[in-house]
């Protein structure tokens, strides 16, 4: 069954125009939640096996030429996803919708210490915390972050 993304207001009515490509899907640690991540700088959570949108997150970059990756804590309050602006993975808190923290340096603010190329992939682990980023400047780099 197809079901169109593009809800648009309280009403929470959709039309049969849909602006944007979901180009990954990540499933939650419980199962409750599905993340779709989107080439117009929005990341959406849903509710699994409904059209219910839980969650819109901004604050990142991605467009029709990017390819956003994204993956969950293994809680299930945080989504990391890579961004087009910088060389950062951005942390959502779930729960507020905010990016929380931005981890591995370049011009948004980020901590330090990560690629010196845009991110490609994004693998988090389903029992811990740790996750691992692929970057174009051809590294891996493992992230033990506290969340």
């Keep these: ?25 990540q499933p939650s640690p419980c199962g409750k939640f599905l993340a779709c991540a989107t080439d117009t700088s929005r990341q959406i959570i849903m509710e699994a096996h409904t059209t219910n949108q839980v969650r819109n997150l901004y604050g990142h970059v991605n467009d029709g030429f ?3 990756k994204i993956g969950w804590s293994s809680n299930g309050q945080y989504l990391l996803g890579n961004t087009q602006e910088d060389t950062s993975v951005c942390v959502w808190d ?10 591995g340096g ?16 994004v693998c988090s682990s389903p029992v811990s915390n740790t996750f691992v980023t692929a970057s174009y400047d051809k590294s891996i780099k493992v992230w033990l972050p506290p969340m």
């Excluded at 207001?9 to 944007?20: A, E, I, L, Q, R």
């Excluded at 779930?94 to 981890?103: A, D, H, K, T």
């Design 66 to 68: 990017s390819t956003p």
């Design 1 to 25: 069954t197809n079901h169109s993304l593009n809800v648009s207001g309280p009403t929470g009515k959709s039309d049969t125009h849909v602006s944007f490509a979901v180009l990954q899907l």
């Design 94 to 103: 779930i729960s507020s919708g905010s990016i929380v923290q931005r981890l």
């Design 106 to 121: 370049g011009s948004g603010g980020g901590s330090g210490g990560g690629h010196s190329g845009q991110i490609r992939d």
